[in-house]
């Protein structure tokens, strides 16, 4: 059956991200829908931010489009134009490459869910507000190269 | 901006389908949202389906996955299980090469609203309810190969 079964699919909230950077998306919690749908050419999260969460650090990726479209509650996209509120309907697109870091932060009281559209990161990601860089969508380091300490 | 003003973005009924064939989706209005995010990855329609419209014949494709997001409303998903509502916040996926047809029908009195994302169709399409084909993604023939009259 194609409808999707939500509840059957499993939420988490894991992350790659080092532990200094890690506390604002501990409360990120998502589903990965393509998985269970079967899909290959992108992939599709299914995310639950509860109140204070961060979708990412603020961050672009080189080679891969990002869009995302806003389901329940309200988010504040971030990016290099401001504050943007984010309310169910509306959508955003992060075409790869454009060098503008971005990331929805729920400052409200309540959860808020959105879809994520985007191929895995095989690509360097950029974050422009912190000593992290993803390499080659491989795996985080600081912006010297040196490696987090990991805990 | 990445957050799309989806007014400003034009609403369009065009189809390529053959006269016989195009009825259903007559009230079928649609926006698509890669360009005016600059997307390359994949394709973003936001649909509307007027009362009574289809958002396509059923069909499956051959190399293109699909997934789709209702907004807002109420559709009936019909493929080979049989009939889904579909309800703001359901997601469907319809994984490529399945054989298994679908369509979203609104069969209410009110607009509904959802999203799709999928590549353009550049492979095999299969309308299984009817007498048409899509060849390689590049124009509608009966399944004897034979031409539509265009009218």
């Known amino acids: 059956m194609p409808k999707l ?5 499993p939420q988490t909230n894991a992350t790659g991200y080092p532990p200094e950077y ?3 998306v501990q409360e990120r919690w998502y589903r990965r829908l393509a998985p269970p749908g079967r899909l290959e050419d992108f992939g599709v999260s299914h995310v639950e931010l509860k ?4 979708s990412a650090q603020r961050h672009w990726h080189e080679e891969e489009d990002e869009f995302v479209i806003m389901l329940a509650g309200e988010a504040v996209l971030v990016d290099d134009s401001g504050r943007t509120p984010m309310r169910p309907g ?3 697109a992060f075409p ?3 060098g503008n870091g971005h990331v ?5 009281d309540k959860s808020c869910f959105f879809i994520a559209i985007g191929r895995p990161a095989a690509s360097d990601c950029h974050y422009p507000d912190i000593d992290m860089h993803l390499e080659n969508g491989r795996g985080f380091r600081r912006k010297d190269g040196s490696d987090f300490d990991w805990g």
């Open 5 to 9: 079964d939500l509840d059957a699919v």
């Open 22 to 24: 890690a506390s604002q």
């Open 51 to 54: 109140p204070g969460a961060w």
């Open 90 to 92: 509306d959508c955003a």
């Open 96 to 98: 790869k490459n454009d």
């Open 104 to 108: 929805l932060i729920n400052e409200s």
